[in-house]
């Protein structure tokens, strides 16, 4: 008697001959969750001193970073500079509602703006939310009256940063 056997495979995009895993998205216990924290707060720390923190082996941090990695849970590592450093100047994040046959347009226009550093679609009073970054508050309005003037903005509400209280 033959046994027939079924083996079904997710094909990444890049390379649909070659069967790869299922990423799990996000971490998959506790001591992931305690990994990931510690290196929002300092990037830097060695595996053997995140082993003396979590109480692990430093081959387990060794292995849990690659596999977080491999996963895409952690997709890098970067130096984030002080606001004195940046010289960001005025941040403010804006709530903007729009007609829903101009999401599209509107959110092309938003994405041209250089002041923009991230535009996020949300559940709520607003359609939209967008921070926004400018060196004055009379650019910060220049900016606002660019986006309320724009067609399918119904209105737009503003809320100046006045300080960071975390920034991961």
Known sequence: MTKITSKTSISSPASSDSPVSA??????DALDRQL?????????TSTAQLARKLGVARTTVVARLARLEADGVILGYAVRLGAEALDR???????????????????????????????A?????FDLFAQISAPTTSKLNAILDEIGELEGVIKTNTFV???L???R
């Not at 046959?101 to 994405?111: D, H, P, W, Y």
């Open 89 to 119: 100047g005025v941040q403010a994040y804006v709530g903007i509602s729009i007609s829903p046959k101009a999401q599209r347009e509107v959110i092309r226009r938003l994405s041209q703006l250089p002041e923009l550093s991230r535009l």
């Open 36 to 44: 990931i924290a510690l290196l929002q707060t300092n990037a830097r």
């Open 165 to 167: 209280r975390v920034d």
């Open 121 to 125: 679609s949300v559940s709520g009073g």
């Open 161 to 163: 940063v006045l300080a």
């Open 23 to 28: 990423p799990l998205l996000g971490p998959r």
